[in-house]
């Protein structure tokens, strides 16, 4: 039996030393992420201290059944507070018919709306089914705003900065920092969102090297 709880206790301490070490590193990616592709034009920065008009585009993310999901209602609970209570503002909730008959964007709405008790006014882009279309799909609804703050996990965000820079670098320019990284918090998901941006960018310099020539 002694030997038996050894083996626990050194299995156990492996293990959660493995765990800190990406919870660490999962953290970092994430802060770092949350401070990329934002915007650089003059006054930028103003932009966001001042009263004016602002968009705050919800990311979704797959979703089965008819209630949003733990991973939908993070993400509307961090777009409801990225909001700056001083601006014009409007949330845009963005995300299709990808594993339920019923849209993402519309799921996300309910959330905010019914249990969330949230009356400011709300956006639905119900089309997309990828990052790159939740982008696409949201110009139209955020062209109008002088601040844009994009919400999902960071890693997942600073894509679609990045994809916004590739599509209207006009917008681009007007992007903020939102509010969904905060330290310590839903750790296991951040570290399944670093593992994904880590393959993500293998996968984009794996293909820029077969187009090299």
Same mark, same amino acid.
């Given at each position: 039996?002694?030997?038996q #709880?050894?083996r626990? #206790?050194?299995?156990?301490? @492996?293990?959660?030393?493995?765990?800190? =070490?990406?919870?660490?590193?999962?953290?970092?990616?994430?802060?770092?992420?949350?401070r &990329?592709?934002? !915007?650089? =034009?003059? !006054?930028?920065?103003?932009?966001? %201290?001042? =009263?004016?008009?602002?968009?705050?585009?919800? *990311?979704? /993310?797959?979703?089965?059944?008819?209630?949003?999901?733990?991973?939908?209602?993070?993400?509307?609970r961090a777009? +409801?507070? %990225?909001?700056?209570?001083?601006?014009?503002?409007?949330?845009?909730?963005?995300?299709?018919?990808?594993?339920?008959?019923?849209?993402?964007?519309?799921?996300?709405?309910?959330?905010?709306?019914?249990? $969330?008790?949230?009356?400011?006014?709300i956006? $639905?882009?119900?089309?997309?089914?990828?990052?790159?279309?939740?982008?696409?799909?949201?110009? !139209?609804? +955020?062209?109008?705003?002088?601040?844009?703050?994009?919400? %999902?996990?960071?890693?997942? @965000?600073?894509?679609? &900065?990045? /994809?916004?820079?590739?599509?209207?670098?006009?917008?681009?320019?007007? $992007?903020?920092?939102?509010?969904?990284? &905060?330290?310590?918090? +839903?750790?296991?998901?951040?570290? !399944?969102?670093?593992?994904?941006? *880590?393959?993500?960018?293998?996968?984009?310099? @794996?293909?820029?090297?077969?187009?090299s020539?």
């Open positions: 039996m002694s030997a #709880r050894d626990f #206790r050194r299995l156990f301490r @492996a293990g959660f030393t493995t765990y800190t =070490a990406f919870a660490v590193w999962a953290e970092f990616v994430h802060w770092r992420s949350s &990329r592709m934002l !915007g650089t =034009a003059p !006054g930028a920065a103003e932009l966001k %201290s001042r =009263a004016g008009k602002e968009a705050v585009v919800v *990311l979704g /993310y797959g979703n089965r059944g008819a209630r949003a999901n733990f991973v939908n209602r993070y993400r509307v777009g +409801i507070r %990225s909001i700056d209570r001083t601006s014009d503002s409007v949330l845009v909730l963005c995300g299709g018919t990808v594993h339920s008959k019923v849209a993402e964007a519309e799921l996300m709405e309910r959330f905010a709306r019914d249990e $969330l008790d949230y009356t400011g006014r956006l $639905l882009e119900s089309d997309s089914r990828s990052t790159w279309q939740n982008v696409e799909n949201a110009i !139209g609804l +955020i062209e109008h705003a002088d601040v844009i703050k994009i919400v %999902s996990n960071s890693p997942h @965000a600073e894509v679609a &900065r990045e /994809y916004l820079w590739q599509q209207r670098p006009d917008l681009a320019e007007r $992007l903020v920092r939102a509010d969904e990284h &905060r330290f310590g918090e +839903i750790v296991p998901m951040k570290i !399944g969102a670093a593992l994904r941006l *880590l393959l993500f960018r293998l996968k984009e310099r @794996a293909a820029r090297v077969r187009l020539p």
